[in-house]
């Protein structure tokens, strides 16, 4: 791992995610009349709850509208969600603006081509394993695992670990 990486890791306060192919293998599910399904991997899951007592904060920021992505966000403790999010760029200038983050507080994970203009505001783009070649192109980083299998859990790793939080995270469970 590069050391600019490295000082993109420790700086990072705030994980933005994709929902649809980042926190999901990006598969939708409907039924025939309004009911539509998503598998979460429970591991990724549990990594963003251990960013948040590590004192990283976790935005979803998704194209799509559903009452499974609130609650998916409400069960791990979500700071902010932005649904319906035509313009994911646009999304993240109001956020940053509203919330004074900083670019390089920030580390997006996204997987397809509506998140390149919030990839390209964040001090850290990171992509899952799966995504398309222009989102490829521009990470800073890029997970081994897919969307929705893992790749939320690494990028959490990474951070803690570099942040020197890793050992104190996992500490509660060591007993």
Do not use: C, N
């Not at 969307?147 to 500490?171: D, F, H, K, P, S």
């Amino acid at each position: 791992m590069s050391e600019r990486l490295r000082e993109k890791a420790r700086r990072v306060r705030w994980l933005v995610l994709d929902v649809d192919g980042v926190l999901t293998d990006g598969r939708i599910l409907l039924d025939g009349a309004d009911g539509e399904w998503k598998a979460f991997d429970v591991r990724d899951g549990h990594r963003i709850v251990m960013a948040a007592g590590a004192g990283i904060r976790t935005v979803l920021v998704t194209g799509r509208t559903s009452a499974v992505v609130e609650r998916r966000a409400a069960e791990l403790g979500v700071h902010r969600v932005f649904q319906g999010a035509r313009d994911k760029g646009e999304v993240m200038d109001r956020w940053m603006r509203e919330e004074g983050v900083r670019a390089e507080e920030i580390a997006y994970l996204g997987d397809d081509v509506v998140d390149l203009p919030a990839l390209r505001r964040a001090g850290l783009a990171a992509a899952v394993a799966d995504a398309v070649p222009e989102v490829l192109a521009v990470a800073d980083w890029v997970a081994a695992a897919p969307g929705g299998r893992g790749a939320v859990r690494e990028l959490v790793e990474l951070l803690l670990g570099e942040q020197g939080l890793w050992e104190e995270a996992l500490g509660r469970y060591r007993g």
